[in-house]
């Protein structure tokens, strides 16, 4: 079935809808809200950003975030997930609003990215949470439908979420305080999200007080244990364990371009004034070219994987990634990367939905759950990793040729793994 098919049917469910309008609302704040971060510390006129300070800041705000994010199905096993809906995203405004105002009063700046991680940590109960409470909304003949619609349909919400910062941060006159204005706007959006979670019912979401383990330190113990056994299980499932060892390193070049454009737009494509409006404006439409990409990917992927197997169509990306890569990135030119950015959007994303697909189709259920937690962890370090091997090579303008190639050598590297794979068990 096509994305438009499968949520006509799944909107015949009210719960769905319902909870779907929380998902849409709390992604499209995320997208508001890390824009934001990253036009204030790549824009802000009175820092000189550098590779190395884009990295510090993707470490600090996604390493904490991806090692404690596990254990936050512990709690969440143990609160009302619409309570946990509700509260969490009202509890994101009032940070959100507690981080704008820090940027005016220009604090320390580790001060300033205390408050941000706070807002961040919060996330992974509210995905956590949204994901937990989809067995509850729909039948279990949709429920692969729902888990294949309702991320991507949040994806392309945090995206419009991005494009939505980039128009306000342009509208509002530049200056100090024009971080903190996008800030209060994804503050307004994230009170939206909670005050939608009003409209389900208190119980709805689960979960069932029986089922709740009695202990939260066995809770706790348990879920260390678990994702050791998930380790082990994934070590025994071989397709599974290729298919994330290639979306890894898919997901490390999709960092490492990340920050290039990032550098770029500040100090390359930039109008030479001292706010850089110019280069803030062609990295936001590099984000929403991106999130184009992200989308076609969601439409052409399940067409695509229906005519060959999810691993070739990984190895067809890689492959295309590496030889579109270099060949529109060396040019350091604002255009050719546009292009870039959406053949990236739509490789990345067509690899994580061909991965999505595998692990749970290869992965005993029991064991699903703990997988996607290394899933996850592996996704955010990845990307953090990249920011640090960007910073390490990137000069201050963006242009690394050196970046590039090697970029281009893990594609093709992917490419031929994955094929070579393939025609082992063919």
């Known amino acids: 079935m096509s994305l438009v098919s499968d ?55 996604l390493l904490p975030y991806s090692v404690l994010g596990p254990f936050a199905g512990v709690l969440l096993d143990r609160w009302r997930r619409r309570q946990v809906l509700l509260f969490g995203n009202l509890l994101r405004a009032l940070m959100a609003s507690a981080t704008a105002a820090l940027l005016i009063v220009q604090v320390p700046q580790w001060l300033f990215y205390l408050a941000a991680l706070s807002v961040t940590a919060v996330n992974r109960f509210i995905l956590a949470g949204l994901s937990a409470a989809l067995p509850r909304v729909v039948d279990e003949d949709r429920l692969v439908i729902g888990n294949s619609v309702s991320p991507t349909a949040g994806t392309v919400a945090a995206t419009a979420g991005g494009a939505v910062a980039f128009l306000v941060r342009l509208v509002v006159p530049s200056g100090p305080a024009a971080d ?17 979670a009003l409209r389900m019912g208190r119980d709805l979401l689960g979960p069932d007080p029986h089922q709740v383990q009695p202990r939260i330190t066995a809770a706790v113990v348990g879920t260390a244990r678990g994702l050791v056994a998930g380790l082990r299980h994934l070590s025994q499932r071989r397709t599974a364990a290729r298919a994330l060892t290639a979306m890894t390193l898919m997901r490390f070049c999709y960092g490492a371009l990340t920050v290039m454009v ?67 990135a060396l040019t350091f030119a604002a255009g050719p990367m546009l292009v870039a950015a959406f053949v990236l ?77 393939r025609r082992r068990f063919t």
């Not at 903190?180 to 939608?196: K, N, Q």
């Not at 409006?277 to 990295?283: A, D, I, K, P, V």
């Not at 029991?366 to 996607?372: L, S, T």
Request: proline share 2%; charged share 10%.
């Open 262 to 328: 990032l550098m770029l737009a500040r100090h390359t494509w930039g109008d030479g004034a001292g706010e850089g409006e110019q280069g803030l404006r062609w990295l936001g439409i590099a984000v929403v070219v991106s999130g184009v990409g992200f989308l076609a990917a969601a439409v052409l992927t399940p067409v695509v994987v229906g005519r060959l197997t999810e691993m070739s169509w990984m190895a067809v990306c890689a492959a295309a990634a590496a030889v579109l890569e270099p060949a529109l």
């Open 7 to 61: 949520l006509r049917t799944l909107l015949r469910f009210p719960g769905f809808r319902r909870l779907l309008s929380v998902r849409l609302l709390s992604q499209l704040a995320d997208g508001v809200f890390q824009v934001a971060l990253a036009t204030h510390v790549v824009f802000s006129p009175q820092s000189e950003t550098s590779a190395a300070a884009v990295a510090s800041a993707m470490a600090v705000l």
């Open 180 to 196: 903190a204005v996008v800030m209060l706007f994804g503050s307004a959006v994230y009170l939206l999200a909670g005050l939608a």
């Open 345 to 421: 959007g739509l490789v990345t994303q067509s690899s994580k939905i061909a991965t999505d697909t595998v692990v749970q189709s290869s992965v005993d259920d029991a064991y699903r759950g703990r997988v996607f937690s290394l899933y996850d962890m592996l996704f955010n370090v990845a990307f953090v990793g990249a920011a640090g091997v960007a910073a390490l090579i990137l000069p201050r303008d963006g242009r690394s040729e050196l970046l590039v190639v090697t970029v281009a050598v893990i594609y093709a590297l992917v490419a031929l793994g994955l094929t070579a794979q």
